[in-house]
């Protein structure tokens, strides 16, 4: 595991704006400050940035912490990151998917090659066209309808629900009984279909990295807040540090801890992950595949080395698996066997691990939270709860909470937030 260590900072004992949390929303809030020329810090209580978003690089192998993606088209990330410094790097436009008879098969995006518009054709039967379209009619109607519900409109029968949408859906939420708002499913599919996901060549933590990267002051690691008030923070060691603002930009237990009563108690979504290391490619496409008919814990099977060439040491191929919190490793081998057959014998596990707060199952509108996160006197929250559980509404929080910073300590004139040329 890495054990690179930042250089000590000097914490200050004054600031106009503290910044409580170095992931995502953290970081994006400092930089549209840093972009309006107010005096900010950032304390993080870890020893690296990113919060959630982090890599560990172990043997020569890139590991991210939890199957981690990023979609081209999230709106903010199209803002506030430059593509090109992250070389970003993408997988394959399509899935592979189990076929009603039971063999695996990869599906291309219609959109993609002329490839894809047979895979269309194969998926999409007639019976589907009518069903589909009520599908569409409905979740505008109803877009804070469950997911599940929107989805069984198309018959039970059909390879888009059962093998496509269904299965991906439950891998990128985490949902298994897709109670998810048929709005946020919307927005993937078709951040998806427009785009496609990708990853940093480097690993997932160069995201908050380039963040990072753009501040004119370093972040301040190591540094944990335990008390906030409208006059400041308390830090662990017993410092106190004056601020006119504060943004709390961590995970929602964290804030509540700092906060007490601020938040209702948001139940979280959870996610285990194994990586495992092959000599033989296990699938010919840089695509992930999304079980429906091998049950098992398994949500999701892609060789991010097939992605980027960094992510494993020459001659070997790193092979990551997203499956349900709790299961073990004989669970997962043995629906691995049901896919790949023998060939999953001989891969050797390397890394697992638990997220345990992974995605927020409450977020946004419905925590009745004010909607520009001021919820008390000079203190802003960020975080994607309060947006939506993606990369995007971390930084989208972020930027929010920034606009609201900046209407107090310039008295609301006009802001200039960074934009990538």
Known sequence: MSTERAPEIAVPVGVEVIIVGAGLAGLSCALVLENNGVEYAVLEKASSLGGKVSTDRIDGFVLDRGFQVYLDQYPMGRRLLDYTKLELRPFYKGLYID????????????????????????????????????????????????????????????VLRRSILEPLLKGVLLDQELETPISFAKSIVDWLARGGASLPALGMDMIPK??????????????????????GVELADGKRIASRCTVIATEASATSQLLPGTLPKIPYRSIGYTYFSAHE?????????????????????????????????????????????????????SQLKQIFKGEASSWEDIASGVIEEALPVTYGKRLKTPIDGHVGENIILAGDFLKTPSINGALTSGVDAARTVLAIVKGGGSTTEPRVK
């Open 210 to 231: 380039h963040l990072a990267s753009q501040l004119g002051r370093p972040v301040n690691l190591d540094t944990e807040v335990v008390a906030v008030s409208s006059k």
């Open 99 to 158: 076929t009603p008879s039971g063999s695996t098969t990869l599906v291309s995006h219609p959109m993609s090659t002329y490839l894809g518009v047979k895979d269309f054709r194969r998926v999409i039967s007639i019976q589907d066209v009518i069903p589909s379209i009520t599908a569409l009619i409905a979740q505008i109607r109803y877009p804070e309808t469950a997911t599940a519900e929107i989805l069984k409109r198309l018959p039970s029968s059909s």
């Open 281 to 333: 490619r296990p699938l010919g496409h840089a695509a992930v595949y999304v079980p429906s008919l091998h049950k098992g814990p398994i949500l999701t099977v892609s060789v991010l080395s097939d992605v980027s060439i960094y992510y494993a040491p020459q001659g070997q191929h790193l092979i990551s698996v997203s499956h349900r919190a709790g299961a073990s490793l004989a669970e997962i081998r």
